[in-house]
Each structure stands twice: as C-alpha cells, then as structure tokens.
C-alpha cells in the first residue's frame, strides 16, 4: 500500500465516484480505530508505550449489531446439526454422539435430512438456495401470517445485506430512479443508493411520537421529489427499526400500502428485527396485505412486495454465517426471472448458511428431544438483552443532555444528545460534527464504540448517537456514566 | 409470480437496463431446464408421465466446476476442523474426540487456534477478514512466491466472484471505462462489466496454440478501443484459464506485466485454478513481478495487480462454503481504503468459510498426525481429476467433428465443434446459435447439461462448447458418444 502517483492506473480522483460518495459509518472510522486498540490490547502491537498507555482494558463494539462477538452463546442445537453438516463422518458413530456430546435424535435426524436437500454443505446450490430449504422458509412465513407461500418466491441471501444489493440493483433503473427511505435509517441504504447512482428520498421518522412512521410525512417527501424530476420507485420501510426499534401498528402499515398501491411504489419492508421486539407487536408487510387483499378484493392485487429476513438478528444472532432470504410478493415473472440472473452470477449463497437458516425458521417443536433447552437458550437471550437495554436506558435517563425513549426493539438505543456550546465549538475546531466529536471522544475515553447519529441521518439541529445494548454486564455502563459526567463539565 | 401489468411499478422494460443486459450462460436457461429434470427424476414431481418419460435416469452437471456436487468427498481435515467450530461442545472431550471419531490432536489444535482468531464463527469478522487469518494467506503467498506478502494488502471474500465484484466496483469508473477480457472467458467478467455500465475489450486467445496469451493481440485490441474512445483501465487474465485451462509461460506474463506497466493498467490475475495444472506449470503474476522488480528497479515500481484465489477451485473444491482472497500489490493507499469501505457495506465474507481457507493455505504439515491422510486424499483427487479429463478427452478425440487438444489444467475441456449444415439449418429454425442447439439437444437426450461455447465468447464462425471433467465414471460419456453419433447421423 503506497501514496499517490501519476503512474498508477487508479487514485482517489479517477475511480469509481458513486463508491467514493457512499458512506458506510456503521463500520467506517470509529470501527477501524476501535479495532486498532483492540489490537493493541490483545497483542501489544504496536505495543502501548508506558508513557502513553489506553485508559481501558477492553474496546466494547457497540457500534454494531454482532451479538456473538459480544458474548452471546450460539444455540447448543443450531451448532449441534452444524457441525454433523461440516464433518459427516460424526454420523456414523450416533451412540457416542449421543452419550459424549449430548446429541438428541432430533438433531442427527435434522442433519440427515439436510444433508439429503443440500448434498455437500461444500457443492454449490442453486443460485436462489436449495429448495427443501426455501421450502422451510415458505413453511415459516405461512405459520407467522396464516396465508400460503410459495417456495419460488423465496430466495436465499448472505444476510439481508445482499438481498437489498439485489433488489435495489434491480429497481435503480437510472440517475433520476428515487428510494424513499426513512430517517434515520440503517446506511446500507444510502449507501448502495449511492453506489448505484440512484437517488435518496429521504423521509423523517416522528421522534415526538416514539419514532413513528406517518404516511402523510411518506406522501410529502415523495411529492417534493416527483416536483424535482424524481422517478420514485420504492419506499423502504425498516421494521422494528433499526436505528429506532420501533414497531410499526397495523394500522400506519396498511397506510404505507394503500399509498405504495396508489402511485406503485415497491415496498422493500426490511422486517430482520422481526423477533426483537419489546413494545408493541411485529405485524408482517405481507399478512397485512394479504388481509386488505381479503377484505377489498382487486384493489391490492398489484402491490410489489419484498420483504427480508436474516439469521444475523433475532435470538440467535448468528451474523458471521451470512444467511437471510426475501419474499417477493406480487413480483412480474419476468421480472423475477432477471432477479434470479442477478444472483446467479454470485452463484449462490453460503450453504452453511442456508442450512442454519433452515433451523431458525423450524426449530424443535415442543415435545421433540431438544426443544427444552432450545427454548431456555432463546428465552434466555430474549430475557438478557431486554435487561441490557433496560439498564442502558435508566443509565441514559440519568445523564445530562440525554434524551431516550423506553426500549422499544431491535438491538439499540438511539437517545438525542444535548452538548454544551462549547463542545460544538471544540467539535468545529476539530473539523467534526459535534455528535462524531462526542463518539471519538468516548471512543479514546473508555474503548466504547458506537455510531453517531449523522451516520444514520437526523433531523438538521438534531444530534443522537446508536449503541447497540449487547455488551453484557454494567461495567462498561459505569464506564460511559463517568466520562459523560467528564464531557459536559468539561465544557460547560 | 404473475405476468406483466401496467398496474406494477417493475417490468422488463423500466428495470435495471444494464442487469438486463447482463448474460450469464453458466447458470442460465440450460442450467434451470437440468434442474427441472433433475427434481423430476428425484421426486416425481412434475411426474413424468408415462407416456412421456425422460430418456435418462439421472442428470449430469458438467456446466459448472462443482465437484462436491459430483460426489467428490470433502478432505477429512478441513471437516473435521469446520465441525469443532460450528460446534465448540465437542473440544470439551477430547477423548471421545480421537476414540470415537478418529481426529488426531493437530485438528483439535487448529480448531482452537481459529476460536482464538475468530471469537465466534457467528460474530462478523473484520469487514476484510479475521487478521489471523488474513496473515496465514499472507504466509502462504510467501511460501509460493519466495516473496514478503502483507496481511493489509489480503482481503478475504465470499469466493472470487465477490472479489472480482469489488474489484469492478472500484476500476469502472464510467461507462467509457473499458477492461480487457480474454476470449473465450468466464463470463463472471462481461457480466459484471454489463451491471456496471462499463465496457467489455475482448482479446481472442490462440486456439491453434493452445489456447495461448499473445500480448500482441491484447495491444492490438486495446489500441482499437482506444482509438474508439474507451479508457482502458484493467486487463483480465485468468491463469490458469477457464474455459480453456491454458497455462501462461513466465514469459508471457512479463510480456502482459510490461504491457500493463507501459499503458497504467491494473492487473486483475484471476489465478483460482493454480493448482488445477496438468500441462505446463502455474507461475503467479505478483512472483513474476516481484523478479522482474528485482531485475530492473524503479521499472516497474507502480504496477497495481489484484491476484485472485478461492476455495472453491483447488483439489478442496468447497464451492458452497464461499470463500476466497484477493491480495493487492502497489495499489494506491486511499484506493485501498475505498476499497475496504466499500466491502464493509456487506459486512463481511462468511467466517467458517474464512476459517476454511485458512485450512487450505495452511494444509498440515509433513510429521503432524493429520498429514498423511490429508496428502492420500489431496492427491486421490488430483490423480482422479487427471484421468476424468484424460479420459473424457478420448471420447471426444473419437466423436466426429470434435477438435480438441490435450487437457491442460482447470476443471473443464472446451473442444471445438462442427455440426453439419442441416444442424446448423434447424438451429436457425429454433431460434437458436447451433452451439445452443448441439447443448440443449444433449441435455433433453441425456441429462448431461454443458455450457455452448457462446456462452464464453468463441471466435465468430466457431462453436464450442465447455464441460466440467469432474463427473466420475465412464457411463455419461458412453450416453454422449451415442447421442453425439444419432446427432451427426440426423442432421448429415
């Protein structure tokens, strides 16, 4: 890796320019300087001088959603079936198996049945994942709605990540095509709009109101982008919400598909927090419009929707296998058929990975060997991070400046920060906004990382911040408590 | 999945023009109609009708390398390492382990040695991969090349096609950027350059020489395409070559290297088949560089090369498990950072498959307990491979109108083809290239599914057609040879 040069192919200033605009802070440079003293910790390399030692002994990845990264144990079953994929030769001894490993039946019948749809987790499948998996996924997604699903609208992904690769590949038809995408918003979005070239309508979540979506603040901004030449195209909604975690009501979901209805709009629902929910109830995109379909036959036989899911997220937090599917309802076929060439040329996803995905949509039912401990393992972790974000946000309430609402979902917190003038003027001088300021600073403080809100959009005059409630125990919580306190008076 | 309407916001005709555009035969419409077939003799389903039932029992997929798929077995090792992670229960008995399931101390050693480097295969890793990890590529390319690599300059990912995808992303720039593609190709190249609006600058390789790299015809066409306006910025080799499995003499690649010097090219050296070698020897381009650098310094110090490797080629042939590299040589530090934002907006390949590499450029060493077996297997398969292709290519040097040269390396023969003119009469008729013809006509005749020669690029008035050498036994080709017969016999 060198510096610049006119005798180079490719520098900053000819390459790609949509890659260069997009903006990706989730992972950008509070992560990169997170994994610096991480290693630093862990290796001493570079070693930390004694005269300049960190103030912390552990770095806390709060920036993103990686549960297992922060302690959180995969499912014993999940695993268990995994590991009979990866080595089969396990299979041919069930005894010791069962009596060295505490394997049940049911998961060495699992994987044998697995291993019949999929035939080698090392062969590729086909490009829209193995159809006895697909299958299980239509299985799930009839059990959560009460309406049928077909296996040949389901496609497997690594992750959610590269479903809406896919789908916005497929909807950027041109520099003009318009997104509608909530603020704040996961920048997976803006990001790939960017790199598409493709344009971003934004529209504002209501924070007032525990950040709710309004479909007339969705009208507005899609008004103001057609009067400016935009060809808008979707609306993307996140569901729980991810900054936010907040659940959508029934109610302000049939709003989004009446008026996706009205000016054909793709509703892209990202509905991978499915399961993380605290307040409120998750409605599906597609039950909801299944039932508007019942009660006004004709009128919404035309709404596009996808909707994804990912193991990454829910209990059990599996983001390093990469493995997710959407649903296409009321796709064109030929359409569908351009979609399925997309993924094609990526070949296929993870098999391992479409293998997991089929044990988090059809775990053990009740009454089968493992179901016992599946349940206290989900519960479990369902238990822990509803009291990890509980204790996040009583410690929040009690700072100076934070603003939160109760926890609603999801895997963060999304309070608003308030800092002192002076900050603001510290952070200008430093040529950051003051809400990077404040997340550098508490990054070089305490080892915390998370993500200021500016990375995932808010209101002008607005400053947040995202943390993940993963971390377990309070230490780091105390941690945080005593450099705020530092911060503000600092520069009150 | 319902049929167009003007009531839909997406149809063929206001979707992605450039997704549209894009071709990617490998796993197109002959690919889909063996998958029909195939899950018609598996299940019944469609059932085959008895007064029409499928003139073959089982279907061959020779269109793409795929070798797990064809019953090649999993290297014991590398499984046996992937269970321990996906299941780390198992390491607490170690006993049980080695009496019950055969593993040596070396696998359980390395299993842990990975947990260590990873935490979790279910926590997303770095967004370029673990660094341990990216380290022992680093260590491999030493061993290869007898030159330093650098852990920073190696970037893991989700098989090379992703690699290749990123790789793109960054180089074109605008729909004037053009990339010298070899012809006949993989078409993951002129599929993505389609997706990405930019344009494809083929360069024919030498038939009557093998299959050759003549740096003459690829400075011949890049003069054309400039001269046409296109700004040339990258030239693809694949070395060894798919489809033709052509090995590149040192020569040649420094030929290729001055070139790129000459014109600020990037190098993209798409070397996933190094080890698949029969003819010839597989020399990497950063080792030939790296002489050439120590020849004539100063010469040579700015070339950019991104070399490409994956899993799924190799004698490991873990396609489904998606995982690859690429390693960077002289690229430009900001580029590379736009590089690394731009592979974070995924997250990060698959972890187990990061591990999986790791196993493959750290195979075990001669005297470590697991050696012995994993050398008997690696080379059972390459010997295997070897007579597959020899075999096959036998077959073909007998079938009428079928030119073809020794097997040379990679996964697949690619002989040439003469149909008669009557052939080449009824393709027209079916709306067909007569390749296209020939291929379909063999899959509906006996489930063997190849790739025409088209779908590569061939020549204009040549046809083609590419097959995986990979199935075993001798059965399939039998039913080729009498189908290849009755064709001929029809059509002369």
Redesign the interface.
Known sequence: ?????P??????N????H??E?K?A???ELAIKS?EYR?RLNRGNPPTPPENPLPFDTVVSAN?G????LDQK?I?FI??V?????????LE?EE?LKT???YNQDAIDRARWLLKE??????????AGA?GIRQSVANFIERRDGFPA?K??IYLS??A??GV?TLL?????KPETGVLVPIPQYP?YT??LS?LNARCVPYYLDESHSWGTDHYVIKEAYEKAVSEGTDV??VVIINPGNPTGASLPEGDIEAVIKFAAEK???ILADEVYQTNVFIGQFHSFKGVLRKMQQKEPGVY??V?LASLNSV?KGM???????AGYFE?V???????A?IY??I??????????QCLLDLVVNPPKPGDPSSELYEKEYNGIKNGLKQRATALYEAFKEMEGMEIGEPQGSMYLFPKIRVPPKAVEAAKEADRTPDEFYCLRLLDATGICVVPGSGFGQKPGTLHLRTTFLAPGTEWVGRWTKFHKKFMEEYS
Chains 1, 2 share one sequence.
Not at 66 to 69: R, V
């Open positions: 890796m060198s510096s610049s040069s005798m180079r192919s490719l520098h900053i000819n390459i790609n320019p890659v260069k997009a990706y989730v992972r950008g994994e290693s993103i990686n549960p297992q990264q995969p014993t695993r268990q995994l590991a009979l994929l990866e080595n089969t030769g396990l001894n010791a060295s490993f505490g999929v035939g080698s987790v090392g062969a590729y499948s086909q490009s159809p077909n040949d609208d690594a992750g990540s590269s690769n590949h497929i909807i950027c038809a997976l990001a790939s790199v195209r979707a054909h709009l793709v036989d035309y596009e990454s059990v937090g599996e983001c390093g296998h990469r296409l009321g796709f064109d076929s030929e359409v569908q351009q060439k997309f094609s040329i990526m070949l296929c996803p993870p098999v391992i990975g």
